[in-house]
């Protein structure tokens, strides 16, 4: 491992700092660059830019490897629950068993929203998407909770956490029910986070909801595989708000709208309707060819991603999982055969191959999410649920850090260089 790189810019002999994490690739310290040759680097879209040290997700695009505070992804899914992985990304370690009840406890009983927030709802249109109301109700929470806003206080912080993990399944249902018209249904904390998102969702006040467990246990799986992703873009956007002392709320806010976008987690919706247009396994070809026609804007929506050049162990977790609910539902989806027909032929085209582009977390999570009974639009909702713990477990990291400071990337000027004001009678 070499401790510096050389590098001439400038008329300058520089020796830049090379720092190395405790696995993965070691970062060029760049931070005095300016400074010391008044050039900046190039990087739109970051593909070679390590924005911050975190110790909470590691990905090996290269290998398929996920690891929170560790963990591999495949092993948490199966064996832990949301909440177990919630307590991992916030606190750093697995919890014991009174410590999961605790946390479990707490969780539970932050779920009630201020019946106030419930007006929010009316001032939607009934077929509003469910991510507007979600940017507009969390957004809002900021001001109903200001006894946890001050970002300077760790209890604070830890208070808008633990609100807004426990309050997402809250907003979520509530979001659903307002789009068919039903009333909303109150949190029961009898019930586990996941088994209450169902029945707030799927329950009606004229009857007992009977949480199936089948679905629980996979709607929980669900939850684990979107907890968080390292720097995606969702993630680096609520911690860009962090950095200017946003309060919490306003953070998560941001990050639920940069979700929204089907390059990112709308793309679990437009993956579902993607699949849907197709219809039948005969006309895969017609959308294979589309997708690798330069003059056509059409993606393929599920497929490749900008660190797994290999494969998202995600997918594969979901996959698997698609085949129990279906199973276990006795439910047979034509899309699931035109699903599993699309990954095949594309992964034995040599477009897709030499780009190395693999179904991502996004592709199959919507099969099941069907045949649980959700409509497509409230899929990137359930996303930006379950990844809640993850931004907030990397903003409390980049706000606890001392050294942090206010993000501000600079940029490559190409308009017009300096000129003088004409006035409106001399324009031509
Ligand atoms: C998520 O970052 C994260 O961690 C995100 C996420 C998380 O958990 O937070 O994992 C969640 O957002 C998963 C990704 C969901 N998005 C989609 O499924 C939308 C479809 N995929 C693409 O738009 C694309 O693959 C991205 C956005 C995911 C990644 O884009 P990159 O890394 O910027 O790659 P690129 O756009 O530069 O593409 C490289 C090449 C291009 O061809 P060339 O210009 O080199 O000729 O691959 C092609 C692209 O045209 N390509 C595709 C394709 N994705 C890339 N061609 C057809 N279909 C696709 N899906």
Known sequence: MTDSVKLNAAGK?????????????????????????????YDPGFT???????????????????LHRGYPIGQLAEKSSFMEVCHLLLNGELPTKDELDKFSYTISRHTMLHEQLATFYRGFRRDAHPMAIMCGVVGALSAFYQD?????????????????????????????KYSIGQPFMSPKNNLSYTGNFLQMTFGVPA?????????????????????????????????????????????????????????????????????????????IPEYIARAKDKNDPFRLMGFGHRVYKNYDPRATVMQQTVREVLGELGVTDPVFDVAIALEEMALSDPYFIEK?????????????????????????????????????AQWNEMISDPEQKIGRPRQLYTGPTQRDFVPLADRK
């Not at 300077?152 to 807004?164: E, F, N, W």
């Not at 099941?368 to 639009?377: D, Q, V």
């Open 356 to 392: 190395k582009l693999f179904p991502n977390v996004d592709f199959y999570s919507g099969v099941i999410l069907s045949a649980i009974g959700f409509p497509t639009t409230m899929f990137t909702a359930l996303f930006a649920l379950a990844r809640t713990v993850g931004w907030v």
């Open 148 to 176: 946890s806003a001050d970002i300077t206080d760790p209890q604070q912080r830890m208070i808008a956490s633990h609100r807004l993990i426990a309050k997402m399944p809250t907003i979520a249902a509530m979001a659903y």
């Open 13 to 41: 002999d520089l020796d830049l700092k090379v720092l190395s994490g405790s696995v993965g690739p070691d970062v060029i310290d760049i931070r005095k660059l300016y400074a010391q040759t008044g050039m900046f680097t």
């Open 207 to 283: 009857e007992e909801y009977v949480v199936n467990p089948v679905v629980e246990k996979a709607m929980d799986r669900i939850f684990i595989l979107h907890a968080d992703h390292e720097q995606n873009a969702s993630t680096s956007t609520v911690r860009l708000a962090g950095s200017s002392g946003a309060n919490p709320f306003a953070c998560i806010a941001a990050g639920i709208a940069c979700l929204w976008g089907p390059a990112h987690g709308g793309a679990n919706e437009a993956a579902l309707n993607m699949l849907r247009e197709i219809g039948t396994v005969d006309r």
């Open 48 to 66: 070679s830019t390590a924005s911050c040290d975190s110790a909470i997700t590691y990905i090996d695009g290269d290998e398929g490897v996920l």
